[in-house]
């Protein structure tokens, strides 16, 4: 059973910085590429970054240059630095894998933005 736990949201000030870490388990983690995404209130859940199995990475325009994904094989986690937040960085952020087709989601891990 494929399983995603997110870890290391909360708090912190514009211009700030949080690291969140995402623990996948019943997957073979280097084969697969691994995403984050997030979702504000009242709005879609959109893409934030993604990394493929050969650490290939791409970001959304609004991240570029503050985010990092990034991944440890050895501990089948995937991170996402975020650096010089913005009140605008406030969702739930999620990680995702896609195995077989099939979508899996973590349950999500809070963080806000304070101005």
């Known amino acids: 059973q494929v399983q995603l736990v997110e870890s290391g949201g909360g708090l912190v000030q514009a211009g700030g910085s949080l690291r969140l870490s995402c623990t996948a388990s019943?997957?073979?983690?280097?084969?697969?590429?691994m995403g984050w995404y997030r979702q504000a209130p009242g709005k879609q859940r959109g893409t934030v970054a993604t990394i493929t199995s050969v650490h290939t990475t791409n970001y959304a325009d609004s991240v570029k240059g503050r985010f990092t994904i990034s991944r440890d094989n050895a501990k089948n986690t995937v991170y996402l630095q975020m650096n010089s937040l913005k009140p605008e960085d406030t969702a739930v952020y999620y990680c995702?894998?896609?195995?077989?087709?099939?979508?899996?989601w973590g349950k999500g891990s809070r963080v806000t933005v304070s101005s």
């Open positions: 995702n894998t896609v195995v077989n087709g099939m979508q899996y």
């Open positions: 019943g997957i073979s983690f280097p084969s697969y590429a």
